[in-house]
């Protein structure tokens, strides 16, 4: 693998998950279906002359897989940190959806750096949103990174 290709694929495959947990949200897609829909259709494909990065398949799964499996814990770990009258319920459904993928890596994913982690989220955040959102996608993470990598 070429210098920085893991990192590449593992930028899309995060990308590709918070794409997966937002349709997961809206459309209540079951899992199984879900992981296959993007293996088959997503994942490295070319749609609309936009060629995408191959993405880290098993890394994908796993952050899908962990946000579903442990989400009361991730949204619990993100409630805590937000502002009093905040609920997670307040926030769009692509927001919740990078803050639980980021929360799950952050909680379950002790190999991969405190500031890897911030920082691809708010790559994805950059996205999707504007200044003031990508820095709350900042400043929630790395709130949340201080409970529970302390």
């Known amino acids: 693998?070429?210098?920085?290709?893991?990192s590449r694929s593992r930028s899309a495959a995060r990308l590709a998950a918070v794409q997966a947990l937002y349709q997961q949200e809206m459309e209540g897609t079951?899992?199984?279906?879900?992981?296959d829909e993007f293996h088959q259709h997503r994942l490295g494909a070319t749609i609309e002359d936009i060629e995408y990065t191959d993405a880290e398949v098993d890394f994908f799964d796993d952050v899908v897989r962990g946000v579903d499996a442990r989400r009361d814990e991730i949204d619990a770990a993100l409630t805590k940190r937000l502002s009093a009258g905040w609920s997670l319920a307040r926030l769009d459904r692509p927001m919740r959806a990078i803050l639980r993928a980021g929360g799950y890596e952050l909680i379950a994913r002790a190999d991969v750096p405190t500031a890897t982690v911030i920082s691809e989220y708010v790559d994805v955040a950059d996205a999707f949103y504007e200044k003031r959102e990508i820095g709350f996608v900042n400043g929630l993470l790395d709130s949340v990174a201080k409970d529970v990598r302390a």
């Not at 079951?30 to 992981?35: D, F, K, S, V």
């Open 30 to 35: 079951p899992m199984a279906r879900l992981l």
């Open 1 to 6: 693998m070429r210098p920085g290709g893991r």
